[in-house]
């Protein structure tokens, strides 16, 4: 009966729902390896996650709801295996000439999804091509040249030593992509088979290099409700939920909304969930306001009830790197600090997506700054106009999440101060710290190079962090599925 009225409540919130489920992707992916590990019934698989893919396009992608795609379309001449080493993927071969010199072998079976075989040459223009006009090509400023030694074989001189060069070639802004009069094809297990306001759907590529056992066709939705997004899953509408937090996981299971033998399903993602401050009104650009607000905030409180888990400790993820000096320390203001500062005598605005989760962190913050005679406002928007508000930095504050990559420590460093915090000053201020970090040999080593470069962007407080947490997916318990390549 129970499971009855809450299909009955499904229909209900979707009929009522003033915004479309639109399209979007998530980063499952299926094992192309080990037939066991897929359920082959599984002909069509729909996934459903909070915010929609912006761009197709690997060198265009800044956020991790577009990056979820890399993994069905793309490929890279490197990845990672299961034990963390990095192994070759287009590529047959490869050596260090020298310290500054990279050659590799490709494969030789391997196409792109409009049919053409990759070459030496096509590889060389998807490189250059993110070289121009990626929008983290400052992170490859160190190649110096790409050189075709013939038609399966590349040359990469770098203008010095990089130890993190082949890390760096597996990230998703140099996935092998070939451009054909504006349409981008790529190598991947699956191609785009066609994407409307409502869905986008991947239809699986039969020209793959590996055998892929997944099913032929993924649709992708999106849904900022997470209630929502629950009561797809609910009502068999998805067989995969993306971004929910274990507390409203265990919610939804005592509810019945979700099965308690659920498979939940941790990934290569680490969420940041931050109070970040923008330049609307300009009132956060003087460092003292910030301070101010990071000094009367009880972080623990703000997130009570929300999370099973204690707000962060340390700057960036505690498992990104061992943090030492970047390690998070409570400041009160003094009495007459706090009565001294204007923003007191001020309203202030709270930007948030309109999602259940940002919304209650919003309420609290707002709670706890009206109780020292703040005014605040909580303005919701719905995700387009919400992240138009993020790229323009036309916010006060703003209740944000911050996505970290477990295993590319430099694009992460990039990627906050590039495009989440948007400061390029910070960023060209780090680049001599990010030379000295490539230049290490050993991991302790970069740890502290590492967390040096953390602690001089948290003294300036950018933004406060309130949580860190690992992305979970909830999927059919009858649903095998493999996550990371």
Known sequence: MKRYLCLILFTLTMILSFGEVEASLEETLFNE????????????????????????????????????????????????????????????????????????????????????????????????????????????????NIKIIDMNTIEIKLKRKNNLFLSMLTYHMCSITKDDNGTIYGTGAYELDKITSKELVLSKNNKYFKR??????????????????????????????????????????????????????????????????????RIFTDKKNRKFIEGVINREKILENIFNQKSATSFFPESLFKAKLSILEKEKLSNKVSNERSIKNRKIEITVLNDDISIKIANNLKEQLELIGISVEIVPYQHEAYLM?????????????????????????????????????????????LEVLKGEEKNENRDKVYDKIVFLISKNIPYIPLIHREKIAVENEELKIYYEK
């Open 33 to 144: 390896y080990n037939e066991d590990n897929v359920n082959n019934s599984y002909a069509e698989v729909k996934i459903v996650q909070a915010i929609k893919v912006a761009t197709v396009d690997p060198i265009l992608m800044k956020d991790q709801y577009s990056i979820r795609v890399v993994d069905y379309l793309y490929d890279t001449l490197f990845n990672y295996d299961e034990k963390g080493e990095i192994i070759p993927n287009l590529v047959e071969s490869w050596s260090w000439k020298d310290d500054r010199v990279l050659e590799f072998k490709l494969r030789k079976d391997i196409y792109f999804q409009n049919g053409d075989k990759m070459l030496a040459e096509d590889v060389k223009k998807s490189l250059e091509r993110m070289l121009e006009s990626s929008i983290f090509k400052s992170f490859f400023s160190d190649i110096q």
């Open 212 to 281: 892929n056992t997944g099913p032929t066709k993924i649709v992708i939705l999106s849904e900022v409700s997470d209630r929502k997004r629950a009561l797809m899953y609910f009502g068999e509408v998805v067989d995969i939920v993306w971004d929910l937090s274990l507390k409203q996981i265990e919610e939804f299971q005592k509810e019945g909304i979700i099965n308690k033998n659920a498979k939940l399903r941790k990934t290569k993602e680490l969420d940041t969930i931050t109070i970040i401050f923008g330049q609307k009104n």
């Open 389 to 433: 508000k993020i790229e323009n930095q036309d916010y006060e504050i703003a209740i944000y999440s911050i996505i970290f990559d477990k295993k590319h420590s430099i694009y992460n460093l990039g990627k906050v101060m590039v495009h989440d915090i948007k400061n390029r000053d910070m960023y060209n201020a780090s680049l001599p710290f």
